[in-house]
């Protein structure tokens, strides 16, 4: 059993490294990402969102749904550590 | 469970530290536009500077100014507040959370009423944080045994 695990291991990270090759090289000029979207937001972001800090209008106006859901996962830690620890002495 | 001792340096540090901490973290949170900072990192400020007072005196210092009761009903506020302007933006009539349709109710082209949305954003992630790095302190430090709302 041992070793059928281990050789599935293997298979599926020789699989996952055959992909990376696929992959657009670190900051690539020419990948989807830096031809189509970054150039964008660095040149529409000012005039449509009036915020000089980009990084602010993509997390909280472009990709608002994801903080939406990062507010709501800090919110859950919360409930659950209250749920879990708190009780009247 | 931290209890309370005599040191008067930590505590007289404290005094004067908190109210500096506290504005520094509503800058952050204020000036999320034009630097870096925002909802997360200036409601951790704001709660790291009630951890302090919770090291400085002990925990129910921080429920004098900050009880339970108000520090659950921010958790929630601040999500509340989120997910609600998202509702305001569908029912004027655009897609959740897009900010731009705000020109309808608040004095601001749809590019300024955009930068608002994102203000109101932060302040309810900030909301959020801050209540929930609190509370979470507490309820470890204590091991959830700190004493009641006295009512």
Redesign the interface.
Known sequence: MKFLTFITILMTTAMLAYATLDMPGFADPSSPASTHVSPVYIQEAYEKTATPNIVTAVLADYRSYDTLGETVVIFTAGVACMMLLRREK | MIRDFEGVIIKTVCRALVPFIQLYGLYVIAH?????G???QGGCILAASFILMALAYDINEVKKRLSEKMN?IF??L??II??GI?ILCLILGAN??D??ILHKILPADP??A??L??LG??I??GF??M??MV??FL??AS???H??EEN
């Not at chain 2, 999320?32 to 870096?36: A, D, L, N």
């Open positions: 999320g536009h034009y630097s870096p925002g909802g997360f659950t958790c929630s601040g999500v989120y997910a998202g959740y959370l900010y731009g590019a300024h955009r930068s949305g994102i954003v932060e309810g992630v959020t944080v209540a929930v509370s979470i309820n470890i091991g959830g045994e004493e009641g």
